[in-house]
């Protein structure tokens, strides 16, 4: 499949045409950021790291019947992947509390959420990407009534799959953040499913082995990153 032209350049990933429509190529590059971008670094060898667990991820949850827009790993950075015209929406899902959660509600960290939280949020870096209602992505037309409802029940079946994988890694599933995107009319999970856009604890304690760590300052972000993929591979 040869990389055509460019089709959407994101913080962290890019997104190329193929010389079929139906598909394009999703390449990771070694940029992290957060906080909208407000902080950001390059960690070498970090496109690679997630392109190898997104991958791994994508092809356990199609074994469990979980579809996405994945098709195989390409390269070291670069995955095949169906295309699709993407919702404005990162729809959230959450076992435990954390992050964001605990400062708009006062909560305390590690709470256990049953049954799961699914939120939406407005992907939109100017306004920071704020919290919606079913009624403001109504009011916004970011989806239709019946999509939304299948984002939702896609992401919750999603939640009970990735636990399992990463639970059979010996690791909790805090949250998660998912995307979709409409292909042939129907709502699909696309972007990626890694230590960037999940928490993932080590089982039983609140050792983070994602993002956190480069938000926080709190430990070598690659180190977790590799150890996430090695549980992958080898079970923990
Ligand atoms: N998340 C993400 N991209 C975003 C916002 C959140 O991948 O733009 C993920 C994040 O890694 C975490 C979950 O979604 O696993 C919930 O994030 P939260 O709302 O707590 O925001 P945070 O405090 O992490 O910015």
Redesign the pocket.
């Known amino acids: 499949m040869n990389r055509g032209d460019l089709l959407h350049r994101g913080k962290v990933k890019s997104v190329w045409l193929t010389d079929d429509p139906g598909f394009c190529i999703a390449e990771f590059s070694d940029t992290i950021t957060a906080g909208d971008g407000a902080k950001r670094d390059e960690l070498a060898g970090k496109g690679a790291l997630l392109n190898s667990i997104s991958s791994i991820i994508f092809e356990r949850l199609a074994e469990k019947g979980v579809d996405s827009h994945f098709v195989r790993k390409l390269s070291d950075t670069e995955m095949l992947v169906r295309r699709a015209e993407l919702f404005a929406l ?1 729809v ?1 899902v959450r076992n435990r509390s ?4 605990c400062r708009r509600l006062g909560l305390e960290p590690n709470m256990e959420i049953k049954p799961p939280l699914v939120e939406f949020f407005y992907k939109n870096d100017e306004l920071g ?1 704020p919290l919606l209602t079913k009624d403001h992505i109504r009011m916004l037309n970011l989806a239709e009534e019946s999509q939304v409802a299948d984002m939702e029940r896609q992401a919750l079946a999603v939640n009970q799959a990735l636990q399992q994988i990463f639970g059979a890694a010996g690791l909790d599933l805090v ?3 998912l995307e979709f995107g409409l292909a042939d009319g129907k709502v699909l999970l696309i972007d990626e499913i890694s230590p ?4 993932l604890w080590v089982k039983g304690t609140t050792e983070g082995l994602d ?1 956190d760590r480069f ?1 926080q300052d709190s430990g070598d972000v690659l180190a977790g990153y590799r150890e996430v993929l090695r549980r992958l591979e080898e079970g923990a």
């Open positions: 990162e959230v954390a992050g964001s959660l990407d949250d998660f953040k960037d856009t999940c928490r993002k938000r």
